[in-house]
């Protein structure tokens, strides 16, 4: 139901959560200046005609005064023609009064009176009524002309449109005030902002040395300031699990080379003993060896595999090679146990000689990656080649184990062996990777070093 509602919402709010900071400010600014231009406009429309009306009421009324009065004047004259013609010849045309003889051409209202330079949409919009009038003029009952009231609108048409003019420009000059103060307002939280995203991401990958800036509105300062709060906390618990891992892997490490000693000091004598007593219950007549199949032969056998089983679980367990051979010669010595397990299998190596130097805790992690590596390959690879890189690179240990097998399964879980990598890495605050590039499995491992280590 929930997903159902997911896909049913509204495409507007989609659309507005996809807006940036800045143009949700931008937006109802730029609607509300439009917005008032359209009632501004609706205004014009509404009110024109009856102001127009107003203002040309007088004139109309003018008009008609003047066609009575010249009636009147054409009534009481002896010779009324002469009067009309001296009266037309004083109104001068154009004029918004004027007399107009009979039977020319009457003008409507509605002629070039308010054209000037205005667009046609905008005296369209303002819905300009019909304001002219005619008043007829008559000599002894004769309709001998008209006094027309044409009056000019283009002066008042021209104000308004001047008015809207300005009424656009301030609104516009507004807006882009508006929009630049938005602007600058948001890019100076904005900025902080991603300041903050960018220190958030790097306490999710694990650096919390870089502080916050503290800039912004008070708002964004204090959140900056929390997030510096909350990055050293989690150095701090950071550095105190470190610490706990590091502990815990010498405590593991000791434990190994306790239970390697019992094996070592218990076991192997017990072994020895075994095969001594196995080798004089034998004949002891015969020479050499018991005879294959016989009671004393199956004991020697098992006894001696037993030793082997013994020295690979006290090499697994505390491997003797890093304590008294140096780091170098113990991860030659795993290749070429690899080689001999696998002859098949063309093993390339580059090892630094600066090995040796590194402290016990580091050298042992670097021994165990490469340890836990190789028999990787050769347990799940089914691989032909191997190639095994351990590098000192400035202030950190470099290894990188690659092979051409089979590649790595899908979904794949950590087992005892990864895991007790990873732990041991995690350790020494180090970084531990498994990748496929160019048809090969790698395992890259980088190692910092202890300050007290110089090489």
């Known amino acids: 139901m929930k ?24 937006l109802p600014m730029a609607a509300m200046v439009i917005g008032g231009l359209l009632l501004g406009g609706l ?19 003018s008009a008609e005064l003047v066609a009575d009065a010249l009636n009147a004047a054409l009534a009481a004259a002896d010779n009324p023609q002469q009067t009309l013609d001296a009266f037309a010849g004083a109104l001068r045309m154009p004029a918004a009064i ?22 046609a949409w905008f005296t369209a919009l303002l819905q300009i009524p ?35 003019l300005v009424i656009a420009a301030s609104s516009a000059a507004l807006m882009l005030l508006a929009g630049l103060s938005a602007y600058f307002t ?14 958030l991401t790097r306490m999710r990958n694990g650096v919390y ?13 204090k959140s900056c300031a929390e997030a510096n709060e909350l990055a050293a906390t989690l150095k701090r618990l950071s550095r105190d699990n470190r610490d706990l891992l590091r502990k815990l892997v010498a405590v593991q490490d000791d434990e190994r080379r306790e ?27 015969a020479e050499g060896p018991p005879d294959p199949g016989s009671p004393a032969h199956g004991i020697l056998s098992a006894t001696e595999a037993l030793q082997q089983a013994n020295r690979r679980v006290l090499e697994g367990l505390s491997p003797v090679y890093v304590a008294e051979l140096g780091l170098t010669a113990s991860v030659q010595a795993v290749l070429r146990n690899a080689q001999s397990q ?52 400035g202030g950190q240990i470099e290894i990188e184990i690659s092979d051409d097998g089979i590649g790595l399964r899908q979904n794949l879980t950590f087992g005892r062996g990864l895991t007790g990598m990873h732990e041991r890495v995690r350790a020494l605050d180090g970084e531990l990777h498994l990748l496929r590039e160019q048809g090969r499995t790698i395992v890259r491992c980088r190692l910092p070093l202890d300050h007290a280590v110089v090489l």
């Not at 509404?46 to 109309?60: D, H, K, L």
Request: glycine share 8%; net charge negative; hydrophobic share 40%.
């Open 186 to 199: 948001t890019g100076t939280a904005l900025c902080p902002l991603a300041q903050l995203g960018a220190g």
């Open 259 to 285: 239970l390697a000693r019992e094996l070592h000091d218990e076991i192997g004598p017990l072994l020895f003993a075994i095969r001594a007593n196995a080798t004089a219950l034998s004949d002891p007549d």
């Open 43 to 61: 205004a014009l429309q509404t009110f024109s005609p009856e102001q127009f009306e107003n203002e040309n009421a007088q004139g109309a009324r």
């Open 130 to 164: 019909e304001l002219g009038s005619t008043h007829p003029v008559e000599i002894r009952t004769a309709h001998v002309g008209d006094i027309v009231f044409r009056p000019d609108l283009s002066a008042e048409v021209l104000e308004k449109w001047v008015g809207f």
């Open 342 to 393: 696998a002859p098949g299998l063309g093993v390339t190596s580059r090892i630094d000689p600066r090995l040796n130097v590194l402290d016990g805790l580091l050298s042992q992690t670097t021994y165990r990656v490469i340890q836990e590596g190789v028999t990787n390959v050769l347990r799940h690879a089914q691989a032909t080649t191997m190639g095994v890189m351990v590098t000192v690179n």
């Open 209 to 221: 040395d870089i502080a916050i800036p503290l800039a912004g509105p008070p708002e964004i300062r």
């Open 98 to 119: 004027a007399f107009v003889p009979s039977g020319s051409e009457r003008q409507r209202v509605a002629s070039d009176t308010y054209r000037g330079g205005v667009p």
């Open 3 to 26: 997903e159902k509602n997911h896909r049913s919402e509204p495409d507007v709010p989609r659309l507005w959560n996809r807006l940036s900071l800045r143009a949700r400010l931008l």
